[in-house]
């Protein structure tokens, strides 16, 4: 199958760009070996803000169209959106100690918005769980899901202000790696690692987008055995909507 | 490598998350499809 | 136009009913005001005694009792509606669903103004900070925060009206959209009390602003939906 071939594309191109940023590539001289950590760590936050768009984007797709199928994607990308999410935080704590010195850094905005991304997603997700019928939850999430997007950019902004108007001396970025003047080999490795990441994003979109439409599928079987079990035990049996 | 516990600990979380994730699928898939079924 | 003027009637209608709900004490609005006092005296407990600590962290603290009292408050508004199946019945008039939330964000913004001209006072004095030398942009970032929580209350109100586990739902969901509202007031508040040494108090207002707004309008275009529940 496709999707087979996919993941096995995946877990080559991960292996081989893990490799190169951890024994191919020099380490940074600033920096030295910590520098290494950005690339997952860029790679996992482009692929959390993408996998958030989806989400928001399905959403509008459901409420337009009613087509189940777009909740479905919808969970999937705030499912795997949370763990990249996760994943860029723990990074960034990970480049932070040794860089920074310390594992937190109120203004870095990029750390705190994340954090902020974090919590509006798993809210999500725990706010889906609160609602069993499909199309309600679809409806519901999706509001949600759009107006936690709507927040971000109004988030992203006004994180930078805040650090904005609080220079300090020199507050080493995470996002070097980014500037277009860094070395093309580290560039390079980050390009890699973000297309070995996103072939293993869509591997994963699938896979969990199938798993919520036969999540679905047996939600309705079993709706469908206990209305009739109702309907066997007579009239008086209440429905639950 | 300096700092190699930063380094280490961050892809190994990264990396072998992605990999617990893979799994966690696969194996909520095939629950769902039924242990008979060929879910992959 | 006439359908627009239709429309602001049912808002204020709305936000009338609201309101008298309110004065006439089914749910006590004293009793949020009453916690929100409480809170900051458990400010006080927890980052006192010293009062110079206090005095510069009073902005901070002036935003997270009207935020966490702000939960309570919207909360208790959508409680007038589940308690009698009232906002079925609202669904089923023929009104505009964005007059339907625009007129219990309204009735939401009149709430959450008593309580953050309240708190500012009580700030004031618990903390030793001078209000009177600064109180027209203390006014107006009271009036734009209260009207951002409002609108975000009464979405998010309304979002989890019929949920199971919602009183930890609300704030799960209302919080994190808040954090620009929060980070805005609180700069605006403490420019505004330093005399603003920066310029930055207009720039932190219009932020203030464009979240208000944008929170309005994404509310009142995805409001009908959850009523068509």
Same mark, same amino acid.
């Given at each position: 199958?496709k999707?087979?071939?996919? *993941?096995?594309?995946?877990?080559?191109?991960?292996?081989?760009?893990?490799?190169v940023?951890?024994?191919?590539v020099?380490?940074d001289?600033?920096?030295?070996?910590?520098q290494?950590?950005?690339?997952?760590?860029?790679?996992?936050?482009?692929?959390?803000?993408?996998?958030f768009g989806v989400?928001?984007?399905?959403?509008?797709?459901?409420l337009?169209?009613?087509?189940?199928?777009?909740?479905?994607?919808?969970v999937?990308g705030?499912?795997i $959106?949370?763990?990249?999410?996760?994943?860029?935080?723990?990074g960034?704590?990970?480049?932070?100690r040794?860089?920074? *010195?310390?594992?937190?850094?109120?203004?870095?905005p990029?750390?705190?918005t994340?954090?902020?991304?974090?919590?509006l997603?798993?809210?999500?997700?725990?706010?889906?769980?609160?609602?069993?019928?499909p199309e309600?939850?679809?409806?519901?999430a999706a #509001?949600? $899901? #759009?107006?936690?997007?709507?927040?971000?950019p109004?988030?992203?902004?006004?994180?930078?202000?805040?650090?904005?108007?609080?220079q300090?001396?020199?507050i080493?970025s995470?996002?070097?790696?980014?500037?277009p003047?860094?070395?093309?080999?580290f560039?390079?490795?980050?390009?890699?690692?973000?297309?070995?990441?996103?072939?293993?994003w869509?591997?994963?979109?699938?896979?969990r987008?199938?798993?919520?439409?036969?999540?679905v599928?047996?939600?309705?079987?079993?709706?469908i055995?206990?209305l009739?079990?109702?309907?066997?035990a007579?009239p008086s049996?209440?429905?639950?909507? | 490598?300096?700092d190699?516990?930063f380094?280490?600990?961050?892809y190994a979380?990264?990396i072998?998350? !992605?990999? !617990?994730?893979?799994?966690? !699928?696969?194996?909520? !898939?095939?629950?769902?499809?039924?242990?008979?079924?060929?879910a992959? | 136009?006439?359908?627009?003027?239709? =429309?602001a009637?049912?808002?204020?209608?709305?936000?009338?009913?609201?309101?008298?709900? =309110?004065?006439?004490?089914?749910?006590?609005?004293?009793?949020?005001l009453?916690f929100?006092?409480v809170v900051?005296?458990?400010?006080?407990?927890a980052?006192?005694?010293?009062s110079?600590?206090?005095?510069?962290?009073?902005?901070?603290?002036?935003?997270?009792?009207?935020?966490?009292?702000g939960?309570?408050?919207?909360?208790?508004?959508? @409680?007038? =509606?589940t308690?009698?199946?009232?906002?079925?019945?609202?669904?089923?008039?023929?009104?505009?669903?964005?007059?339907?939330?625009?007129?219990?964000a309204?009735?939401g913004?009149?709430?959450?103004?008593?309580?953050?001209?309240v708190?500012?006072?009580?700030?004031?004095?618990?903390?030793?900070v001078?209000?009177?030398?600064?109180?027209?942009?203390?006014?107006?970032?009271? %009036?734009?925060?209260?009207?951002?929580?409002?609108a975000?209350?009464t979405?998010?109100?309304?979002v989890?009206?019929?949920l199971r586990?919602?009183? %930890?739902?609300?704030?799960?969901?209302?919080?994190?959209?808040?954090?620009?509202?929060?980070?805005?007031?609180v700069?605006a508040?403490?420019?505004a009390?330093?005399?603003?040494?920066?310029?930055?108090?207009?720039?932190w207002?219009?932020?203030?602003a464009?979240?208000?707004?944008?929170m309005?309008?994404?509310?009142?275009?995805?409001y009908?939906? @959850?009523?068509?529940?």
């Amino acid at each position: 199958m496709k999707t087979r071939i996919l *993941g096995f594309v995946a877990l080559g191109t991960v292996v081989a760009a893990t490799a190169v940023a951890l024994f191919v590539v020099a380490p940074d001289l600033n920096q030295g070996d910590a520098q290494r950590i950005m690339y997952p760590h860029v790679a996992s936050a482009w692929l959390a803000y993408l996998s958030f768009g989806v989400t928001a984007i399905s959403g509008i797709g459901w409420l337009w169209k009613r087509d189940l199928r777009f909740d479905a994607v919808a969970v999937a990308g705030a499912e795997i $959106g949370v763990m990249f999410t996760a994943f860029a935080i723990w990074g960034g704590m990970m480049w932070g100690r040794p860089i920074w *010195g310390v594992y937190w850094q109120w203004e870095d905005p990029r750390l705190t918005t994340t954090a902020l991304l974090l919590a509006l997603y798993v809210g999500y997700l725990l706010f889906r769980r609160l609602t069993d019928d499909p199309e309600r939850r679809a409806t519901r999430a999706a #509001i949600v $899901g #759009i107006v936690a997007a709507v927040d971000i950019p109004i988030v992203h902004f006004s994180v930078e202000w805040w650090r904005g108007l609080h220079q300090t001396a020199t507050i080493a970025s995470p996002d070097r790696v980014l500037d277009p003047a860094a070395p093309p080999v580290f560039v390079g490795t980050l390009l890699g690692m973000l297309g070995a990441f996103t072939i293993a994003w869509l591997y994963l979109m699938i896979r969990r987008y199938q798993l919520a439409r036969a999540e679905v599928a047996r939600e309705e079987a079993v709706r469908i055995e206990r209305l009739m079990a109702a309907r066997a035990a007579g009239p008086s049996a209440e429905v639950a909507r | 490598m300096s700092d190699a516990e930063f380094v280490i600990a961050a892809y190994a979380v990264i990396i072998g998350g !992605l990999g !617990l994730y893979t799994v966690a !699928l696969w194996r909520r !898939l095939r629950s769902i499809h039924g242990p008979d079924d060929e879910a992959r | 136009m006439s359908a627009v003027r239709a =429309e602001a009637r049912t808002a204020l209608a709305i936000a009338r009913k609201d309101a008298l709900a =309110e004065l006439r004490g089914r749910h006590a609005a004293v009793t949020t005001l009453f916690f929100s006092a409480v809170v900051l005296l458990l400010f006080g407990f927890a980052l006192g005694p010293d009062s110079a600590r206090l005095a510069a962290a009073a902005p901070g603290l002036l935003w997270l009792a009207v935020v966490f009292s702000g939960i309570l408050a919207v909360n208790r508004l959508h @409680l007038l =509606e589940t308690d009698d199946g009232a906002l079925e019945q609202l669904a089923l008039y023929p009104v505009a669903r964005r007059a339907i939330y625009a007129g219990k964000a309204l009735g939401g913004f009149a709430v959450m103004l008593v309580l953050g001209l309240v708190v500012l006072g009580a700030v004031g004095v618990l903390f030793a900070v001078d209000i009177a030398s600064a109180w027209l942009p203390l006014l107006i970032t009271v %009036v734009l925060g209260a009207a951002g929580i409002a609108a975000v209350g009464t979405f998010y109100a309304g979002v989890t009206v019929r949920l199971r586990a919602r009183e %930890v739902m609300l704030p799960l969901l209302m919080l994190p959209v808040l954090a620009p509202l929060l980070l805005a007031a609180v700069k605006a508040t403490a420019a505004a009390l330093a005399g603003d040494p920066f310029g930055e108090l207009g720039a932190w207002l219009q932020l203030l602003a464009a979240f208000d707004v944008i929170m309005l309008v994404a509310g009142a275009a995805t409001y009908g939906y @959850l009523l068509e529940d």
